[in-house]
């Protein structure tokens, strides 16, 4: 969609012109402002001309009714009354009453009317052709010029001529409501032509209302006609310049917030995806119908990246989706202002009004920002506030639009394997059929998972994590243990056998055993289609660390300390916060149940130790977390412990 040659000036109403005296390079015509249009088009509506058909039988009738009167001793004048007589029906003549409309609401035109005569429809002025009763006088008239001394008005009355006098201009109700109809709808968007080499404006003078419209009709047919004149490369290396630069801002603008997203290939396909739909219509829009950019429901796109994406990550980018309605369109600065402010405000809002009938609130917000930057342009522009109804509308229908394209995302979700919010909000539902399965086959499990949750949400708040992911992580993370349930001890009230699972075993089998949960869980997810973000956190929230129990009892027991691979879950280390949170998390949960004192400085021990344990074994080398953030999530495990093991009050026995 290259740019091509635009017009260059700058110019507002009722400033001074700051260029170069403006000569006309070609001829273009004033085009009509939309005010002008709808003036004009209410004027049609209101006004019926009337139409009738000319009658040449009619005429002839007439004329041989004349000839055939006896004048008397006058007969000599009758050459000259019939030559008078043509004369005046040439022109044509009509009925003296009012014309009355059936069918139309309106008022008949008293300057117009149109006249049909050899099958060809002409619009004359009323006072062109004659009524009855002027067409007498105009005889009259005509008739003393030649004979002045002749009473010629007793002669006509006597001799029946104005008797013979009758209409041969018929009116046609149907074509007048056929004509007024295709008139209403017409109207011609001209007013006049500048010629080539005339002046336009001058430097220094001001531009008034009507120097305005005339620049604005230069500026249409210049952007619409006026060739390239320079090399051809030219226009190409610039359009190939502003396209590179635009692909360059949007790369930086990822890279600058969360350059992990060109690791992530389906979330970076989905965001050049997004930005090449928002360009092409803008595009598209700009060139066939610029007044329908008003209509286009812009912070839409805002809802399509906050649904996969950080609003760190959102702002930015949406900002770059709106640089093309900048730089290609006429009004573009307004649209940009506009549908920016619209665009921030849905990113802080959506969050609260995203749940059924409350989108439509948003969809309000929206209009209501996007109203007041219109309103706002409008009062700098000298107060224009033409036809704002129209733009109103327009503004009315885009923003009510966002609440009908936002299910676009559970397509865009599907195409591109993404996983929105609120997929996020329904896995973190209890009564999931999946979750259901694991309370049944796992209750232990289950219960762990559910302590997790509640691990996370909180460390997650403090660290400005993605709540919603952690929580559905958290739920599905040991899925792959309902496979196996009496494997692992918090389900040993499955069976009372259940802690005689690893009896007989050697510590390398119960170990492998254990190992296996992570296969499973990932054998599940698949099966059920858990999102890819799901599985990465089944994968990685053991990392590659041991199951230390089954280690040090293998070494304990002389075992081989260089044969030891079989220990090591093979799964991947974190490579996010919300990965390493969730893995810290886990290990706390499992293992704050050994705790034997329940003292401030025993909680401080035991997570320090844990978070510990982890960066001595290399977890958090891959991850993107940083030291700010590990001291967050380590001061909330601390208070969060403290808060779930605190002390009761012991209630004294009634004495008898």
């Not at 700058?10 to 009509?32: A, C, N, R």
């Not at 401080?604 to 967050?632: C, M, P, S, W, Y």
Request: glycine share 4%; proline share 4%.
């Amino acid at each position: 969609m290259p740019r091509t040659a635009k017009f260059n000036y700058d110019y507002k109403k009722g400033t001074p012109w700051p260029y170069e005296t403006l000569i006309s390079q070609f001829d273009f015509p004033i085009l009509k402002t939309e005010e002008q249009m709808q003036a004009e088009r209410e004027n049609a509506g209101s006004v019926v001309i009337p139409y009738y058909r000319f009658s040449e039988e009619v005429t002839s009738t007439v004329i041989r009714n004349v000839q055939s009167l006896d004048l008397g001793r006058l007969n000599g004048l009758r050459p000259t009354l019939v030559t008078r007589l043509s004369e005046i029906y040439a022109k044509g003549v009509i009925s003296d009453g009012k014309v009355k409309l059936e069918k139309i609401d309106g008022q008949v035109s008293d300057n117009l009317i149109y006249v049909q005569k050899n099958k060809r429809a002409t619009q004359y002025p009323r006072s062109e052709v004659y009524k009855v009763s002027d067409a007498k006088d105009q005889l009259v008239a005509a008739m003393a010029r030649s004979y002045p001394s002749v009473n010629l008005d007793s002669l006509f009355r006597r001799a029946s001529v104005y008797t013979a006098l009758v209409p041969n201009l018929i009116y046609d109700a149907s074509m007048t409501e056929l004509t007024h109809t295709g008139s209403s709808d017409y109207i011609s968007p001209t007013l006049g032509y500048v010629r080539a080499d005339e002046k336009i404006v001058s430097k220094g003078e001001i531009v008034t209302a009507e120097v305005a419209q005339i620049l604005d009709s230069y500026k249409a047919e210049y952007n619409k006609v006026f060739g390239y004149g320079a090399p051809r490369i030219l226009l190409y290396t610039g359009n190939i310049l502003l396209a590179l630069t635009l692909v360059v801002i949007l790369y930086f603008c990822i890279f600058f917030t969360n350059r992990n997203v060109f690791e992530d290939k389906n979330r970076y396909y989905y965001l050049l995806t997004v930005f090449l739909l928002a360009a092409v219509i803008t595009f598209l829009l700009e060139r066939i119908a610029p007044s329908a950019l008003y209509m286009m429901p812009y912070p839409v796109f805002a809802l399509y990246l906050l649904a996969f994406f950080r609003k760190r990550l959102v702002l930015p980018v949406y900002i770059v989706y709106l640089l093309p309605l900048l730089i290609f369109c006429g009004n573009g600065m307004e649209l940009f202002v506009m549908y920016l402010a619209a665009g921030i405000v849905t990113i802080e809002t959506f969050g609260y009004l995203s749940q059924r009938w409350k989108q439509f609130i948003n969809a309000a917000i929206i209009f209501g920002v996007e109203v007041a930057v219109f309103f706002a342009f409008r009062l700098i522009d000298a107060g224009n506030l033409s036809l704002w109804w129209v733009a109103t509308a327009k503004i009315f229908v885009g923003a009510m639009a966002t609440v009908a394209l936002y299910p676009l995302i559970y397509l865009f979700e599907r195409i591109f394997n993404l996983v929105s919010q609120v997929r996020l909000e329904e896995m973190a539902d209890t009564n999931n059929p999946l979750l259901q399965e694991l309370s049944a086959k796992a209750p232990g499990t289950f219960q762990h998972c559910l302590q997790v949750m509640n691990l996370v949400d909180a460390v997650g708040r403090a660290t400005d994590a993605n709540v919603a992911l952690l929580r559905a992580a958290a739920l599905y993370h040991d899925i792959g243990k309902m496979q196996n349930p009496l494997c692992f001890i918090e389900n040993e009230s499955l069976s009372p056998n259940a802690e005689k699972y690893h009896e007989g075993k050697t510590p390398m089998e119960s170990a492998q055993d254990i190992i296996r949960h992570v296969d499973d869980g990932l054998a599940i997810a698949d099966e059920h289609r858990l999102p890819t973000q799901i599985k990465a956190f089944i994968r990685s929230h053991h990392g590659t660390t041991p199951t230390a129990y089954f280690l040090n009892k293998y070494l304990n027991e002389g075992g081989d300390p260089n044969d030891t691979s079989a220990f090591y879950y093979h799964g991947q280390k974190p490579t996010t916060k919300e990965q390493v949170i969730l893995m810290v998390c886990d290990s706390i949960e499992a293992a704050s149940r050994t705790l034997k004192e329940y003292t401030p400085e025993a909680y401080d021990r035991f997570v320090e130790n844990i978070v510990a344990g982890k960066e001595r074994a290399g977890q958090f080398e891959d991850a993107d977390i940083t030291i700010h953030d590990l001291n967050l999530m380590k001061r909330m495990l601390k208070t969060y412990l403290q808060q779930i093991f605190h002390g009761r009050v012991a209630y004294p026995k009634r004495k008898r």
